[in-house]
């Protein structure tokens, strides 16, 4: 079968040899949002995926999970793999127990399959709703997914763009339990961190007090490129607002970039930009993570 998508060439590697960051991540400290490609030998990509990455096994991620200083992984599942989460799970059960899943799922996924995943040491399902990497999804879709993983004490992570945030709160406030929100809900960052964008997303984690967001993806984010400095202000704001609600991730490895490619330990290295205290440190990158995916030991 052809698919009209775009070819690996399209997209930058992801960067070989990261540099050993400077700063020194906390005991126990966790990568909140990254992902595994592949091998596709292994694990083929979805026919309806809107992008081919280059393979990122699991084996690699493990590795920048070291170099970086790092315990622990959080792995979400992209839209290139759809809802085969073979390549999830695998990495999942060779972490031995150092990694928790995001997984995609269906109306069709069955109760078993859900209770798969869940021991396979998934803990949340992601919705999409930027346009360009998927095709619309009703609503009470969603809904009907999220009332089901429920009882599996699951929560919810959505992604979407800031333009679009008036139409995705609705669904936000009527989805049950927690909901962690990808990338600081992409704000344009020329529109400054004071401006009236981003007071609505600010506005929304105040009023729902479920809502927990991923102080991640600079590069994604920026326009004015490395440092990032336009970025750091809005990351600043909602760690420093919602200290008890917020998580980090690398994004590795950076699928879809074309204009450059982040180096990984250049992004550990903006962490205490963005939470300047121990304090806010540790709950970005140990207690909040551990309370949401590891509740078991966070508890002990």
Same mark, same amino acid.
């Given at each position: 079968?052809?698919?009209?998508?775009?070819?690996?060439?399209?997209?930058?590697?992801?960067?070989? &040899?990261?540099?050993? @960051?400077?700063?020194?991540?906390?005991?126990?400290?966790?990568?909140?949002?990254?992902?595994?490609?592949?091998?596709?030998?292994?694990?083929?990509?979805?026919? &309806?995926?809107?992008?081919?990455?280059?393979?990122? @096994?699991?084996?690699?991620?493990?590795?920048?999970?070291?170099?970086?200083?790092?315990?622990?992984?959080?792995?979400?599942?992209?839209?290139?793999?759809?809802?085969?989460?073979?390549?999830?799970?695998?990495?999942?059960?060779?972490?031995?127990?150092?990694?928790?899943?995001?997984?995609?799922?269906?109306?069709?996924?069955?109760?078993?399959?859900?209770?798969?995943? =869940?021991?396979?040491?998934?803990?949340?399902?992601?919705?999409?709703?930027?346009?360009?990497?998927?095709?619309?999804?009703?609503? &009470?879709?969603?809904?009907?997914?999220?009332?089901?993983?429920?009882?599996?004490?699951?929560?919810?992570?959505?992604?979407?763009?800031?333009? =679009?945030?008036?139409?995705?709160?609705?669904?936000?406030?009527?989805? @049950?339990?927690?909901?962690?929100?990808?990338?600081?809900?992409?704000?344009?960052?020329?529109?400054?961190?004071?401006?009236?964008?981003?007071?609505?997303?600010?506005?929304?984690?105040?009023?729902?007090?479920?809502?927990?967001?991923?102080?991640?993806?600079? &590069?994604?984010?920026?326009?004015?490129?490395?440092?990032? =400095?336009?970025?750091?202000?809005?990351?600043?704001?909602?760690?420093?607002?919602?200290?008890?609600?917020?998580?980090?991730?690398?994004?590795?490895?950076?699928?879809?970039?074309?204009?450059?490619?982040?180096?990984?330990?250049?992004?550990?290295?903006?962490?205490?930009?963005?939470?300047?205290?121990?304090?806010?440190?540790?709950?970005?990158?140990?207690?909040?993570?551990?309370?949401?995916?590891?509740?078991?030991?966070?508890?002990?």
């Amino acid at each position: 079968m052809t698919v009209p998508v775009k070819t690996i060439s399209t997209y930058l590697p992801f960067c070989a &040899e990261p540099k050993r @960051p400077d700063f020194r991540p906390p005991e126990g400290a966790v990568d909140a949002h990254c992902h595994v490609f592949g091998p596709a030998s292994r694990f083929p990509f979805a026919p &309806e995926r809107k992008y081919t990455p280059i393979d990122a @096994p699991k084996e690699r991620l493990f590795w920048l999970r070291d170099r970086l200083g790092f315990a622990r992984n959080v792995i979400v599942q992209a839209t290139c793999h759809g809802r085969d989460n073979a390549a999830l799970v695998d990495a999942l059960e060779a972490s031995g127990g150092l990694a928790r899943g995001i997984a995609v799922v269906g109306e069709d996924n069955t109760d078993a399959e859900l209770q798969n995943l =869940d021991e396979a040491g998934v803990r949340g399902v992601r919705f999409n709703f930027v346009k360009r990497l998927v095709d619309d999804t009703p609503h &009470e879709v969603f809904e009907h997914i999220a009332q089901r993983v429920q009882p599996l004490g699951w929560h919810i992570v959505v992604y979407f763009e800031a333009q =679009d945030l008036t139409s995705v709160a609705p669904l936000l406030d009527r989805l @049950p339990g927690r909901i962690v929100v990808d990338h600081m809900g992409r704000p344009d960052v020329t529109k400054g961190v004071d401006g009236p964008e981003f007071a609505r997303f600010v506005d929304l984690m105040e009023r729902n007090s479920r809502i927990w967001v991923k102080v991640s993806c600079p &590069e994604r984010l920026s326009v004015a490129g490395p440092p990032y =400095d336009d970025v750091v202000p809005f990351a600043l704001r909602l760690v420093t607002q919602f200290p008890d609600r917020v998580l980090w991730g690398t994004d590795w490895p950076h699928p879809n970039m074309v204009s450059h490619m982040p180096d990984d330990g250049f992004l550990t290295d903006l962490i205490p930009r963005i939470a300047p205290t121990e304090a806010l440190q540790h709950a970005l990158l140990v207690a909040n993570p551990m309370r949401l995916y590891w509740p078991e030991e966070a508890q002990s």
